[in-house]
C-alpha cells in the first residue's frame, strides 16, 4: 500500500511540517511492513512565507471541475495540478492509495479527523486511532454528509488535498496558534500517524486491526457565518460565552457573535447541533469560508457505512 503523509497544506499550519520534517529526519518512524510510505511539503512557498496560503487555498483546490480547469491562475491552483500528477490523478487510477494530511486549528479541536462520509477504509483508520489515544479527546468529523455543508461555499469536501488518493483523511489537532510550534501538539500529532500506520500495515497484511462496529461521529451541517467590511475584516468576533467550547451543547438564545456595533447575535438554530471551529482564524478568510461551524452527533456503523442521526451523544 502506498501512503503519502501531507503537511504544510496550509503554509502557516507549522506542526505538520514539523512532523514531515521530522519523518524525513528519522524515516524509522514511518517505516511499516507492507506499506510505502513517503512524504510531501504540499505548499513550499507558503510555508516559507508563513502564510495560509499565497493566492487562493490549496485545500480546496482539488475538486475535479477545478482540477480540469487549465485557465484558473495562481500559484495554489499550478501546485494542486502538480500535485495531482504526482500523487494521482484524482480517482480510482491514484498512484496513492492513502493520503494522511497534517493540519491545525487554532480552535479547541482535540484531535479531529476530518472524514469524507463514502471512504470506509478512513473511517476504521480514524476510528482505530480514536481507540488507542488514551486520555485524549478525539473527534470523528464527517464533511459534505448534509446538504446543510453541501449548500456552504468554500468548505473542503471534495476539494481537499486527500481526496487526490483512493482514501484519505485529514489530522486537525488544537487550539494551537498559526505559525507557532508547541511540543504537546507535534507529539499528538505524530502518534496519530503512528498509529494510523499501524492500522493501515494491518489491512495490507490482510489482518485488519478491530475497530469498534458502531462510532459516535459529527456530520458538517454548515456554518453560523459572519459578515466583513469592504476591507475584509470582520464586523463581528465570537462571543466570550462560546470560546473554547467546541463540541459542547448549544442551546437557543446562548450568545454566539459580538458584533462591531455592540450587538450580540444568539443562537436560534437547532439545538441538536454542536459548534466546531470555533473562532478559527482560517475562516476570517472568504476564500477559506466566514463563519464558524455547526455538526450534528450521529452514530455509525463502520461496516455499512449507515448513519442514524442522534440528538446528543
Given at each position: 500500500?502506498?501512503?503519502?503523509?501531507?503537511?504544510?497544506?496550509?503554509?502557516?499550519?507549522?506542526?505538520?511540517?514539523?512532523v514531515v520534517k521530522r519523518f524525513r529526519s528519522c524515516p524509522e518512524l514511518m517505516q511499516r511492513r507492507g506499506l510505502e510510505v513517503s512524504t510531501l511539503l504540499?505548499?513550499?512557498?507558503?510555508?516559507?512565507?508563513?502564510?495560509?496560503?499565497?493566492?487562493?487555498?490549496?485545500?480546496?483546490?482539488?475538486?475535479?471541475?477545478?482540477?480540469?480547469?487549465?485557465?484558473?491562475?495562481?500559484?495554489?491552483?499550478?501546485?494542486?495540478?502538480?500535485?495531482?500528477?504526482?500523487?494521482?490523478p484524482k480517482g480510482e487510477a491514484a498512484k496513492t492509495d492513502f493520503i494522511i494530511d497534517l493540519h491545525t486549528s487554532t480552535a479547541n479541536m482535540g484531535v479531529?479527523?476530518?472524514?469524507?462520509?463514502?471512504?470506509?477504509?478512513?473511517?476504521?483508520?480514524?476510528?482505530?486511532?480514536?481507540?488507542?489515544?488514551?486520555?485524549?479527546?478525539?473527534?470523528?468529523?464527517?464533511?459534505?454528509?448534509?446538504?446543510?455543508?453541501?449548500?456552504?461555499?468554500?468548505?473542503?469536501?471534495?476539494?481537499?488535498?486527500?481526496?487526490?488518493?483512493?482514501?484519505?483523511?485529514?489530522?486537525?489537532?488544537?487550539?494551537?496558534?498559526?505559525?507557532?510550534?508547541?511540543?504537546?501538539?507535534?507529539?499528538?500529532?505524530?502518534?496519530?500517524?503512528?498509529?494510523?500506520?499501524?492500522?493501515?500495515?494491518?489491512?495490507?497484511?490482510?489482518?485488519?486491526?478491530?475497530?469498534?462496529?458502531?462510532?459516535?461521529?459529527?456530520?458538517?451541517?454548515?456554518?453560523?457565518?459572519?459578515?466583513?467590511?469592504?476591507?475584509?475584516?470582520?464586523?463581528?468576533?465570537?462571543?466570550?460565552?462560546?470560546?473554547?467550547?467546541?463540541?459542547?451543547?448549544?442551546?437557543?438564545?446562548?450568545?454566539?457573535?459580538?458584533?462591531?456595533?455592540?450587538?450580540?447575535?444568539?443562537?436560534?438554530?437547532?439545538?441538536?447541533?454542536?459548534?466546531?471551529?470555533?473562532?478559527?482564524?482560517?475562516?476570517?478568510?472568504?476564500?477559506?469560508?466566514?463563519?464558524?461551524?455547526?455538526?450534528?452527533?450521529?452514530?455509525?456503523?463502520?461496516?455499512?457505512?449507515?448513519?442514524?442521526?442522534?440528538?446528543?451523544?
Open positions: 500500500m502506498k501512503v503519502v503523509v501531507t503537511g504544510g497544506t496550509h503554509g502557516n499550519e507549522y506542526t505538520g511540517v514539523w504540499s505548499n513550499p512557498q507558503a510555508i516559507r512565507e508563513n502564510r495560509r496560503f499565497i493566492d487562493t487555498d490549496l485545500n480546496r483546490a482539488f475538486a475535479g471541475d477545478v482540477l480540469d480547469d487549465c485557465e484558473l491562475p495562481g500559484y495554489e491552483h499550478n501546485r494542486a495540478k502538480a500535485i495531482n500528477a504526482l500523487l494521482g479531529t479527523f476530518c472524514l469524507q462520509p463514502g471512504d470506509p477504509l478512513a473511517l476504521r483508520c480514524a476510528a482505530y486511532v480514536q481507540a488507542h489515544m488514551q486520555g485524549q479527546p478525539v473527534y470523528l468529523l464527517l464533511e459534505g454528509a448534509t446538504t446543510g455543508a453541501a449548500n456552504i461555499a468554500n468548505t473542503t469536501g471534495a476539494g481537499a488535498v486527500n481526496t487526490v488518493s483512493r482514501h484519505g483523511l485529514e489530522v486537525e489537532v488544537g487550539p494551537t496558534p498559526q505559525g507557532v510550534l508547541r511540543d504537546h501538539t507535534t507529539q499528538l500529532m505524530e502518534t496519530a500517524v503512528g498509529l494510523c500506520l499501524d492500522y493501515l500495515a494491518s489491512v495490507s497484511a490482510g489482518s485488519p486491526l478491530p475497530v469498534p462496529r458502531e462510532l459516535g461521529v459529527y456530520l458538517d451541517c454548515g456554518k453560523i457565518p459572519w459578515e466583513v467590511d469592504a476591507d475584509g475584516f470582520p464586523t463581528a468576533c465570537t462571543h466570550t460565552a462560546l470560546q473554547g467550547k467546541d463540541y459542547q451543547p448549544l442551546r437557543k438564545g446562548d450568545p454566539v457573535l459580538r458584533h462591531i456595533d455592540g450587538s450580540i447575535t444568539c443562537y436560534n438554530g437547532d439545538p441538536s447541533l454542536v459548534p466546531v471551529f470555533v473562532n478559527e482564524a482560517a475562516y476570517y478568510s472568504v476564500q477559506s469560508g466566514l463563519g464558524i461551524g455547526l455538526a450534528r452527533p450521529a452514530l455509525i456503523d463502520t461496516e455499512s457505512m449507515q448513519i442514524t442521526e442522534r440528538s446528543k451523544l
